[in-house]
């Protein structure tokens, strides 16, 4: 079992920069693929950010490569997301998940836990 909660999230302008992170609970959380998706009202939940169980490797969606970073630290059971030259559109509510495999995994039915979500909110 493994619970996740999310925090960092807020208010913005477009340009600036947010950090994301998501504590992690369970022991066995260095086995725990992990991501980050993010929803906006009327729209279905977007994939962000993965990165393997070792965080050696990492995967971004096409809307924010360049500009986020996801890493994560075993020995905290911690996941961060950095998030640079934020966009307006970037404005969502912002999910840290976790998932049973030791690869990248890079669709919402692949993770088995989920936080609360933070809300992210870039204003032009």
């Known amino acids: 079992q493994v619970q996740l909660v999310e925090s960092g999230g807020g208010s913005v302008q477009a340009g600036g920069s947010l950090r994301l992170s998501c504590a992690a609970s369970?022991?066995?959380?260095?086995?725990?693929?992990t991501g980050w998706f993010r929803q906006a009202p009327g729209k279905e939940r977007e994939f962000v950010a993965g990165?393997?169980?070792?965080?050696?490797?990492?995967y971004y969606g096409d809307s924010v490569k360049g500009r986020f970073t996801i890493s994560r630290d075993n020995a905290k059971n911690m996941v961060y997301l950095q998030m640079n030259s934020l966009k307006p559109e970037d404005t969502a509510v912002y999910y840290c998940?976790?998932?049973?495999?030791?690869?990248?995994?890079?669709?919402?039915?692949?993770?088995?836990?989920w936080g609360q979500g933070t809300q992210v909110t870039v204003s032009s």
């Open positions: 998940a976790a998932g049973r495999d030791s690869v990248i995994l890079l669709v919402t039915r692949a993770y088995d836990y």
């Open positions: 369970g022991r066995t959380f260095s086995s725990y693929a």
């Open positions: 990165t393997s169980s070792s965080g050696r490797s990492t």
